[in-house]
């Protein structure tokens, strides 16, 4: 960390326009960029005074042929404790294992999100992944069947059983859960297990879309409807015509696409942006939410009609830390789907291991789990997991559950409120560490960290720059 309390990121990429980018996007989170075009000017800084205050590297994997994991290696033995991430437009699970076997700690996948970058670099000086395998760990086939859905938690196996009797009918769905419970695997095999099964599940993400474009994505648009509306766009809901619409993260709807839902739910038609005539579409609609729909619905942020038009049938998902006893099953059926990827094999997993992790709380839930096995399969050497294979799960392991939160002054709660003479740290260092914390926990998902901090998103902009946590580079 430089001493203004900036940390510090070596991006290694040629292309300037990439470079200014990415120093936009770092200098959010209050990082400072250094810049190197080259494997020779990247070693060079390294091995200067400014390089060793290096929180991280950042290598882009720029054009076809670059030879990025060697790269990754070299970068790795000049200097091993410093975390590595890459960035490429090739989310190839091959390629994901030889660069975490080089040495990279985390992989990011182009287009890149601003939330998902700070998100990565905040988790890896912490010592942490920031679930970023994730669109690696994606290329993994889903599952479209109940029976494939591995887990016997009473609470569980309730959840598949309304699921399943909610496939046959054409009603609206409900889906709540938090984060990486598995919501769009248990909307895939409602849709597999419905009359609609034959033409596929079409699916959109309405947090990760832009406000004043989401409605164009799901409803369309007309040519010369708006300005840039330089062609006509048909829209995810004429493309799930005769099918099932899969909305993510609903709750993040802005009020005039909410409005323009309802409509139609309760008309079966559409009008899309610029469109003289509406259109009918016969489409089932599954919508799922890591918040409570109903807390959004009391707080104003969601159409009360439209909460009850979705929730015909709802289906609550519960976290996998409820359902320990499920971990050991699970883990087996995720490593034997994990050894059908390119470059990987095979793995049993010890009894130690399993009980590791079986103590740890799994904040992000089976997608977290998912990744720390792809993670400790890569780099595994042996024919079985043990707990050497996860340090991090391991270093955590034995932290308060997110049910009865972290003690304070407590080294494995998070954040603590003491300093090393016992003395109180001051407020504005404790709430700068909370919000770190809450930008971590929810991956960079800004909307949602303002939310879980009972904050406006802009009020939250505001305090990141006055607690230095987005200073100027």
Known sequence: MTRNGQRLLLLIDDEPAQQRLIAALAQRGGWRTLFATDADMAASVLGSAQGRELDAVLIDHWAPGTDATALIADCHALRPELPILMLTANDSVAQAVAAIRAGATDFLVKPLAPERLLAALEAC?????????????????????????VGDAPDFRAA????AKAARTRAPVLIEGEGGVGKESLAMAIHAASPRAERAMIGVNCSTIAANLLDSVIFGHEEGAFAGAFERRIGQMVEAHGSTLFLDEVSGMP?????????????????????????EVDVRIIAASDVRLVEAVEAGRFREDLYYKLN?????????????????????HLLDRIAQQPGLRQLDITEDALDLLRRYDWPGNVRQLQNALF???????????????????????DRPSASTGATAGSPNGGVSLFRPDGHLRPLEDIEADVI??????????????????GIGRSTLYRKLGELGIDNAA
């Open 436 to 453: 770190r914390l809450a930008i971590g926990h929810y991956r960079g998902r800004m909307t949602e960290v303002a939310r879980r901090l």
């Open 375 to 397: 993670r400790a399969a890569v780099l595994c050497e042996g024919d079985a997991l043990t707990t050497a294979d996860f340090p991090q799960i391991a270093s955590l392991g």
């Open 255 to 279: 009020p005039e696409t909410q409005a323009r839902l309802l409509d139609m739910l309760q008309t079966g038609a559409i009008l899309p942006l610029g469109a003289r005539h509406a259109r």
């Open 312 to 332: 015909v049938t709802h289906v609550a998902v519960p976290p996998l830390r409820e359902r320990a006893d499920d971990i050991a099953a699970l883990t087996r």
């Open 160 to 163: 598949l059983a309304v699921a």
């Open 125 to 149: 000086v912490a010592g942490q992944t920031s679930g970023e395998l994730r669109p690696l760990t994606e290329k993994i086939p889903a599952l479209l069947a109940f029976d494939e859905i």
